[in-house]
């Protein structure tokens, strides 16, 4: 059956918009492979300097005047802690472990250096946790960053005293810490495990799923398919206009 001049027309304009869309959709398919990989080295990057700072030497914790500088570079740093804790203003998060469901404590520590700690003494399966040491203590542990915001449906209730994230302001101001002498650090410390049976230190859970690559390569796949797809309909345009 033999096609018009003007059937041939319309045929052509199709095809000319279909490849437009064609060339725009592979190139955004190809954008975001690409931006996968840049979000893989950047994860790997992150990856690297949270096992150098886990497995490092311990040092000192950051004093008030590095607060203002503290971000995602000093997670998991660990760190050695030598004060006193604050009896009587525990705080129980909920949280879930290897062990269970149950809540983390959090104690407030007031550090030689005279500024305040929060700091994670473990975990507890029950709603309720034993005092903390008396006198001074030496302890190690991981730098956390403060958890704002609540957690995932839940939200903080500091007038029922139900925690679900460690927000160290919103417990701060909670537990009358605001004004310590010398202030409390924005930042908390999961202490490593010790002697003591509970509560239960050292499950800080450290790991990141790096599934980037994948996603690169399933968008890259896309991008051939529809370039592959796109050329074979130009192939066959071609052909059918043959005489």
Not at 35 to 41: C, M, T, V
Request: glycine share 10%; charged share 20%; no cysteine.
């Amino acid at each position: 059956m033999r096609t018009g001049p003007a059937t041939t027309r319309r045929s052509l304009a199709g095809l000319a918009v279909i490849d437009a869309l064609a060339v725009l959709l592979v190139a955004a398919l190809l954008g975001l492979g690409t931006w996968q990989l840049h979000r893989r080295a950047w994860k790997l990057d992150l990856i690297a300097r949270v096992e150098a700072n886990a497995h490092g030497e311990p040092a000192a914790p950051p004093g008030p005047g590095a607060w203002p500088e503290i971000g995602e570079r000093d997670a998991y740093r660990r760190l050695a802690l030598i004060g006193t804790y604050l009896t009587g203003r525990d705080t129980l998060v909920q949280a879930v472990t290897e062990r269970g469901g149950g809540f983390w404590v959090l104690t407030p520590l007031r550090t030689r250096a005279g500024f305040t700690v929060l700091v994670n003494r473990g975990f507890v399966p029950e709603r309720s946790a034993p005092p903390p040491p008396a006198g001074e203590t030496a302890l190690a542990g991981l730098l956390r960053l403060t958890e704002p915001g609540g957690a995932f449906l839940r939200t903080n209730n500091p007038a029922t005293d139900r925690w679900y994230a460690r927000d160290v302001a919103a417990i701060a101001q909670a537990r009358g810490l605001s004004a310590e002498p010398d202030g409390i650090a924005p930042y908390f410390v999961d202490a490593e495990r010790s002697g003591e049976a509970n509560p239960v230190g050292g499950l800080t859970v450290i790991r990141f799923r790096n599934d980037h690559l994948v996603y690169a390569l399933t968008w890259y796949a896309l991008a051939l398919m529809v370039a592959g797809g796109t050329l074979y309909l130009n192939v066959d345009a071609w052909r059918r206009r043959r005489p």
